[in-house]
């Protein structure tokens, strides 16, 4: 009787050691299969994969040419739809133009030039003014005529598949007029020493006269004598600046000769410092 009992304890004992070692195994099952693709709450069927961003359709991109300079201008906010797939973008107002390099700086009535990959259905272009578009400006020969003073400007190009905002920033600067010209490079010229001239490699009469828009913080300012001394100049903020330049022999070394003229006082108000 006693035997009967030892083996009936010896099968049950056999038949648990089976049933974990099976669970197990279940388990190591479960884990593998288990790699699968994560099921939605109410379908049970796989979640489709995210898409990268640059499987979702986007408008042409917008090549402007401002003088030398090359770039694509950033876009407003957007909806573009094509191929049954579209997408929404909010951007941020109002863009920074400086950072992204979209902002330049050319003469005033300079052509800027506006290229896309393919052409759009419809072309507008305004000037923004706090986040209003206050002015058409026509568009011609490929682009526009940049206005005089620093402009926001908006170029709202259509296609079949959206309505795309561009922006850029450029400043016109204006011409200097030749008769004003002249008689800046004469009081740049009186003011210099004749070791000074003698290093000047070009005609004086013919030296560089443009529009100032820099910073001024730094300025040599003029004595009552007319010769330059060491320190900064007042404030010039606003003021209607020209710059007359004169390259010399030691432009390399020190930098050409500068002189920076108020256009509304016809006066010197500092110089450029050299190296």
């Given at each position: 009787?006693?035997?009967?009992?030892?083996?009936?304890a010896?099968?049950?004992?056999?038949?648990?050691?089976?049933?974990?070692?099976g669970?197990?195994?279940?388990?190591?099952?479960?884990?593998?299969?288990?790699?699968?693709?994560?099921?939605?709450?109410?379908?049970?069927?796989?979640?489709?994969?995210?898409?990268?961003?640059?499987?979702?359709?986007?408008?042409?991109p917008?090549?402007?040419?401002?003088?030398?300079?090359?770039f694509?201008?950033?876009?407003?906010s957007y909806?573009?739809?094509?191929?049954?797939?579209?997408?929404?973008?909010?951007?941020?107002?109002?863009?920074?133009?400086?950072?992204?390099?979209?902002?330049?700086?050319?003469?005033?009535?300079?052509?800027?030039?506006?290229?896309?990959?393919?052409?759009?259905?419809?072309?507008?272009?305004?000037?923004?003014?706090?986040?209003?578009?206050?002015?058409?400006?026509?568009?011609?020969?490929?682009?526009?005529?940049?206005?005089?003073?620093?402009?926001?400007?908006?170029?709202?190009?259509?296609?079949?598949?959206?309505?795309?905002?561009?922006?850029?920033?450029?400043?016109?600067?204006?011409?200097?007029?030749?008769?004003?010209?002249?008689a800046?490079?004469?009081?740049?010229?009186?003011?210099?020493?004749?070791?000074?001239?003698?290093?000047?490699?070009?005609?004086?009469?013919?030296?560089?006269?443009?529009?100032?828009?820099?910073?001024?913080?730094?300025?040599?300012?003029?004595?009552p004598?007319?010769?330059?001394?060491?320190?900064?100049?007042?404030?010039?903020?606003?003021?209607?600046?020209?710059?007359?330049?004169?390259?010399?022999?030691?432009?390399?070394?020190l930098?050409?000769?500068?002189?920076?003229?108020?256009?509304?006082?016809?006066?010197?108000?500092?110089?450029l410092?050299?190296?």
């Amino acid at each position: 009787m006693r035997l009967r009992r030892k083996g009936a304890a010896a099968l049950a004992a056999l038949l648990l050691l089976l049933a974990i070692v099976g669970l197990a195994g279940c388990g190591e099952q479960g884990t593998k299969t288990g790699a699968q693709p994560p099921a939605s709450s109410s379908s049970g069927e796989p979640l489709p994969e995210a898409k990268a961003e640059e499987d979702f359709p986007q408008p042409p991109p917008l090549r402007v040419t401002a003088g030398a300079a090359t770039f694509e201008a950033p876009l407003g906010s957007y909806c573009w739809s094509s191929e049954g797939r579209g997408v929404c973008a909010d951007m941020p107002y109002p863009p920074k133009l400086a950072e992204a390099g979209a902002s330049v700086a050319v003469q005033a009535g300079e052509i800027v030039k506006l290229a896309f990959d393919r052409a759009p259905t419809s072309l507008q272009l305004s000037i923004d003014r706090g986040g209003e578009l206050a002015e058409s400006v026509e568009i011609r020969d490929g682009g526009f005529a940049a206005a005089a003073g620093k402009r926001l400007y908006v170029v709202n190009a259509e296609w079949p598949e959206g309505r795309v905002p561009y922006f850029l920033e450029v400043e016109g600067k204006p011409a200097v007029d030749t008769d004003k010209a002249a008689a800046y490079r004469k009081m740049a010229w009186d003011v210099l020493s004749d070791t000074e001239r003698r290093q000047v490699t070009e005609d004086w009469r013919e030296a560089a006269v443009e529009p100032y828009t820099d910073s001024t913080e730094w300025l040599i300012a003029p004595d009552p004598k007319g010769q330059a001394k060491a320190e900064k100049t007042a404030s010039l903020e606003g003021k209607p600046l020209v710059s007359v330049t004169f390259h010399t022999e030691m432009d390399a070394l020190l930098g050409p000769h500068v002189t920076i003229i108020d256009a509304e006082t016809d006066e010197i108000v500092g110089f450029l410092p050299r190296m």
